[in-house]
């Protein structure tokens, strides 16, 4: 297999069944996410983008659909703080290991706290970051969520 990247390599050796789905990534894109679900034509509440938090000042990782955007409070109300705030590029690719445009919730280099938005979960199988840019893995969201010892949370602004 030569799409072997961490997040891979993790859902292997947890012996999950997941499908892989490449598209041609653009950088510069603002909507990396909502890109990838065109892409791979699904839809975009499917496509869940991983985005590395501070809460309280430590790392956390938020999935949410690619649709939509994150609630600051959600957050740090998930992950038991009191103030939330995106965490600086630099800092996400050196603490997970990945590329932005490519971060996964499995296999990241140093583990952080996971919350998957709760919403999202409804149904048969969910689509997120490979761990590479271009990368998907679609996979049903319990083997999601026990992959990345995650919680379901409510974590999206009202819309």
Do not use: W
Not at 90 to 104: M, Q
Not at 122 to 145: F, Q, S, T, W, Y
């Amino acid at each position: 297999m030569g799409h072997a990247t961490p997040a891979t390599q993790a859902l292997s050796r947890a012996k999950l069944a997941f499908d892989l789905h490449e598209y041609a990534y653009e950088a510069g894109l603002a909507q990396i996410g909502l890109h990838a679900a065109e892409a791979i034509g699904v839809e975009p509440a499917r496509v869940l983008k991983t985005l590395m938090v501070e809460v309280d000042g430590k790392p956390a990782c938020a999935v949410i659909p690619s649709d939509a955007s994150l609630s600051m409070k959600k957050v740090a109300a998930a992950f038991g703080g009191k103030s939330a705030k995106m965490m600086e590029p630099a800092k996400a690719e050196k603490l997970t290991g990945f590329h932005t445009g490519g971060i996964s919730p499995f296999g990241q280099k140093r583990a952080s706290p996971v919350a998957f938005e709760a919403s999202a979960l409804g149904v048969e199988r969910i689509i997120v970051n490979g761990g590479k840019r271009g990368l998907m893995i679609e996979l049903a969201p319990a083997d999601a969520l026990n992959a990345a010892k995650a919680e379901a949370k409510p974590l999206i602004a009202d819309q």
